[in-house]
């Protein structure tokens, strides 16, 4: 702790201590907490370094007015001080843990119904058991039952911290397994038997009774007791776990045979937890068999899906979960997923029955599609049908869905009509499908995969999120295929014309997700190419028609997200271009798209603009020593506000030498308006936006005027390519800067420029000015390392938040006055 903050922080305890109430910024007292627990984590001691805090704990639990946030604070930071065995004993001799954690002395005062105090009291316990004597105050102070009540707390988060306090508890102070270092444990860390023992045998005895529910009502206490159970299981060593399986094991079976469809999820977690953990144990593996072979169809489903999930490698039980899971699939869609013996049939009647619900349906196959992926990689001995034939019902669901499989050829037509229109299959099914492309044999349904995909794309009635998700299975379909000779002109044809329909769409999401597709879709063409036809994936899917216009198009939408994805579409395709011989003079529309890039009011927009500033310096300046380009520079220095473009852009490379060549090179980004851009982005109010045009800039400055004496010839050379600057808006801000830096050097023979540039500050005529001169006038390092230096470093603080805590209590009594405090 600094001197400032040692100095200031009696005065905050003061405040505290004094008006018991809570602060105007209700965080400030966990930021404290936050700054405590940095400095006992660093291994220093609070109480040598802060006694304040010993009294301020003894003022404010002896005041009745106190706020319960601050009692909470008190309790909290009480559990922080006693964490070490040294501090606990200190704290023990004042006598302040017995009144701290005095449960009886809260109910009497009526406190112990805020939730405020009961998560106080649980977290400081935690914070303070993690030394042998902390335990043993805590067992003769009886604490175990009051704790597990907690556990069935009205509020879900004291339950759940609660929970997490009796598994710290067990867990924590379990002895050594055997070949264990103790040292891994820590010296001194294992308590008494007795008081481990009894921790143990309550724990255990609350498990044995509350597992199974006596009535309805008690089903919650069931669940977290499942809960808590679990993550023990899964934690315990080998003594623990033992004793914990012989505990509740009796339960458990009556917990299966009972079959709550409540409990479904959370007993498998135990099961499961245990079979990790345990390897294999006859009950658990004889209960684990039980739950997959469950009557209730959702709750089979379910079961099935959380066996899969952990990814057991119980062949047994691994080839019943995926059989369980495809068997909705199957009836749906009528295709032969289980092979001509099913042991599933046992239970085909009341799966059928349970999907001639509507709403069971949905929910029943969207399980199945989520985990479809995963079946197809499982091991072809567990697999009852070729992966192949579940990318075939995968696609014959969709064609369900959007009615466009007639009913002969579809499975149970009472079942399949509940998934007619429904988006949220149609959503699951797509995701699965995205996922199903590296499935073996996939590649042999690509022909349908697409039709299928065109046809949801022009389907009037997919809603956005069914479209993008069209969208993302088109592209990564595409990224796998390495022919393209199944593209009809027909299904062209379908193509081209949905993609001009929907970027024209009335709803934003849908423009959005459209010129993203064609943005990615340059993307995924810089790798892929027909390799039959010697076309690229663009060409193989759009033909002839070029994607530009539409993006010019779509850059006028008056939503600023469809705009930002639009300019990053465009640096996409433009790359895609560069990539097939296209030169920066060959890209007339470049310019109209950066002005009205640079001239968008969303920062996001501006931000793209200038990944796009960058593309074309990367391909004007490639070839060039000491250029680096974007994507370099970004992985070297990286910064919470920096943006980052998505994808790193692979462009041909000049082999001009640095003297030939470079000024034509400038003078081309400069007509292109990349310079505008950049300077304008320089003084742009939105810190990512100035941040990245910084540091485009003083890469531009590095390579075309370094200060080096052997490239005074090419600095020569390039003194001579200008810019122009407007006399208003950024312009204007620019030239302010330069005239500043003019008037500090002093230079007699700029005057008759700086003449020049307080008549474009007074708005008059633009203003041409160098290039290199611009460059290194601007000051661009120093303005880098305070673009770089977020606020953090004067508000996000410990001597910031003190200050602000007796700002805050000065103000405070002055009524009608507001109270602000810095909030980190």
């Not at 299904?491 to 010129?515: A, F």
């Not at 920062?603 to 680096?628: C, I, N, Q, R």
Request: charged share 20%; aromatic share 4%; glycine share 6%.
């Amino acid at each position: 702790m600094d001197r400032e903050c040692a100095l200031l922080l009696p005065g905050v305890c003061a405040v505290l201590a004094g008006s018991g109430s809570s602060l105007p910024d209700d965080t400030s007292l966990e930021k404290l907490l936050d700054w405590f627990t940095g400095i006992t984590e660093a291994g220093g001691s609070l109480l040598e370094a802060c006694p304040c805090l010993l009294k301020l704990i003894c003022t404010v639990v002896h005041n009745a007015a106190s706020d319960p946030g601050v009692l909470s604070f008190a309790l909290r930071l009480t559990g922080l001080l006693a964490a070490t065995e040294e501090s606990f004993k200190t704290i023990q001799e004042h006598s302040v843990l017995n009144e701290v954690f005095n449960l009886q002395h809260w109910q009497e005062a009526g406190l112990w119904e805020d939730p405020c105090l009961r998560i106080g009291w649980i977290q400081g316990l935690r914070s303070m058991l993690q030394h042998p004597k902390a335990l043993s105050f805590f067992v003769q102070s009886e604490f175990i039952d009051p704790l597990l009540q907690l556990q069935t707390d009205t509020s879900l988060f004291i339950a759940a911290a609660a929970n997490q306090m009796l598994a710290h508890i067990l867990l924590f102070f379990q002895s050594v397994p055997p070949g264990v270092d103790k040292k891994e444990k820590g010296d001194g860390m294992t308590p008494s038997s007795a008081d481990y023992t009894a921790v143990v045998k309550s724990i255990s005895g609350y498990l044995q009774e509350s597992l199974v529910p006596k009535e309805s009502k008690n089903v919650r206490q069931s669940l977290q007791t499942l809960k808590l159970l679990a993550l023990l299981l899964a934690q315990a060593g080998p003594p623990l776990r033992d004793k914990l399986l012989q505990t509740v094991g009796d339960s458990l079976e009556e917990l299966v045979a009972a079959g709550s469809s409540e409990l479904t999820l959370p007993l498998m977690d135990v099961l499961l937890s245990a079979c990790s953990s345990s390897g294999t144990d006859e009950r658990i593996t004889r209960l684990l068999s039980s739950m997959l072979n469950i009557n209730k169809p959702a709750d089979l489903i379910h079961a099935a899906a959380a066996f899969l999930r952990r990814g057991h490698h119980d062949t047994v039980h691994t080839a019943r979960a995926v059989r369980i899971l495809l068997l909705p699939l199957d009836i749906m869609t009528g295709q032969t997923l289980l092979g001509s013996i099913s042991t599933a049939d046992e239970h085909q009647f009341s799966v059928v029955e349970q999907l001639k619900s509507k709403s069971s349906c949905i929910s029943m196959i969207c399980v199945c599609l989520s985990n479809t992926p995963q079946i197809t990689l499982t091991p072809p001995d567990v697999l009852p049908c070729l992966p192949v034939s579940i990318v075939t019902a995968v696609l014959s669901l969709l064609k369900i869905c959007s009615g466009n499989s007639p009913s002969s050829s579809t499975g149970c037509s009472e079942v399949s009509r509940n998934v007619i229109g429904s988006g949220k299959v149609q959503k699951c099914a797509l995701e699965a499908l995205t996922t199903l492309t590296s499935s073996p044999g996939a590649k042999e349904r690509i022909s349908e995969v697409f039709t299928v995909l065109i046809q949801y794309l022009e389907n009037p009635d997919s809603d956005p999120t069914v479209l993008h998700k069209s969208y993302q299975a088109l592209l990564k379909w595409t990224s796998v295929c390495t022919d393209f000779s199944f593209i009809t002109d027909q299904l062209r044809h379908d193509l081209v014309e949905v993609v001009k329909k929907r970027v024209c769409d009335m709803r934003w999401e849908v423009k959005d997700s459209t010129v993203e597709f064609l943005g990615h879709l340059a993307g995924v063409c810089d790798s892929i190419k027909a390799a039959a036809e010697g076309r690229d994936a663009s060409e193989a899917l759009l033909g002839a028609c070029s994607t530009t216009p539409l993006l010019r198009e779509a850059l006028q939408d008056s939503e600023s997200y469809v705009r930002a994805s639009t300019i990053s579409a465009l640096a996409k395709t433009l790359t895609h271009r560069w990539q097939q011989g296209a030169t920066l003079t060959e890209e007339e529309s470049v310019r109209s798209v950066l002005s009205q890039g640079r001239a968008d009011l969303d920062w996001e927009v501006k931000v793209h603009t200038l990944v796009l500033a960058e593309l074309l310096l990367d391909e004007a300046f490639s070839g060039h020593p000491g250029y680096k380009k974007g994507s370099d520079s970004h992985h070297a220095s990286p910064h919470a506000y920096g943006v980052v473009s998505e994808q790193a852009y692979t462009l041909h490379t000049h082999t001009a030498t640095h003297t030939e060549g470079a000024e034509s090179d400038l003078a081309v980004v400069v007509e292109k308006g990349v310079i505008s851009v950049l300077l304008s982005g320089l003084v742009d109010c939105d810190r990512p936006v100035a941040l990245k045009a910084c540091r485009l800039l003083i890469t531009l400055r590095e390579t075309v005027c370094p200060l080096s004496l052997g490239a005074l010839d090419a600095s020569a050379a390039m003194a001579t390519v200008s810019c122009e600057l407007p006399g208003c808006g950024w312009g204007r801000e620019i030239i302010k800067i330069l005239k500043m830096k003019k008037s500090d050097q002093a230079k007699e023979e700029d005057i008759a420029d700086q003449r020049g540039l307080n008549g474009a500050e007074e708005g008059g005529d633009s203003v041409c000015v160098s290039v290199c001169e611009a460059l290194r006038s601007l000051g661009l390092d120093e303005r880098m390392e305070v673009l770089t230096q977020s606020s953090d470093h004067i508000h996000n603080s410990p001597l910031s938040l003190l200050q602000d805590i007796l700002t805050a209590s000065a103000t405070h009594t002055k009524p009608g006055e507001e109270v602000i405090v810095d909030c980190y």
